[in-house]
């Protein structure tokens, strides 16, 4: 199963810096970039040259920056959330903001994780390399699982659970 990634950043430098750091932390699912905000909801609604699946894949997480031009990330969120289609979606935010206004809405907003840009390549490989052990190899996506997995076959719930 290839696991798309989608990075909204519109810093060339860090669009650069976090590309080299997925490579040097081995991680091997694909990478869309989009440079703006309304570039991130036009290819998360498969508009205009957005439209061909095969080219770009609906994301299994999604790299969040927060300052962003057009659209402002904490919109982009909020947008995601409010479409039953992204719930499993994850969503990782990726900014140099430490306001705690940002931190506390995007969690509000549903964001999985609000993480810190390092400075430097050698502070960003291993926080590429965190999200992939955890949200790339060790989280099991809610789609993995299903209710029946978890109950008998009558739906109930096995004794002592």
């Not at 927060?66 to 969503?91: N, S, Y």
């Not at 926080?127 to 993995?144: M, R």
């Amino acid at each position: 199963m290839s696991r798309a990634i989608l990075l909204v950043d519109d810093d060339e430098n860090d669009v650069m810096f976090t590309n080299i750091a997925l490579q040097k932390a081995g991680v091997t699912s694909p990478v869309q970039v989009v440079k703006n905000g309304q570039e991130a909801l036009d290819y998360l609604s498969g508009e205009g040259k957005f439209a061909d699946r095969d080219l770009y894949p609906i994301p299994y997480l999604i790299l969040l920056d927060l300052k962003l031009p057009f659209v402002m990330g904490l919109d982009i969120l909020k947008w995601l959330r409010a479409r039953p289609e992204f719930d499993g979606t994850i969503v990782l935010v990726l900014t140099s903001s430490q306001q705690p206004e940002d931190v506390r809405t995007a969690y509000r907003l549903r964001a999985n994780a609000f993480l810190v840009k390092p400075s430097g390549l050698d502070k960003l490989v291993p926080l590429v390399q965190s999200v992939k052990d955890f949200w790339l190899l060790q989280n099991q996506p809610e789609s993995a699982f299903s209710f029946s997995m978890l109950s008998g076959s009558n739906g109930v719930l096995p004794s002592g659970h």
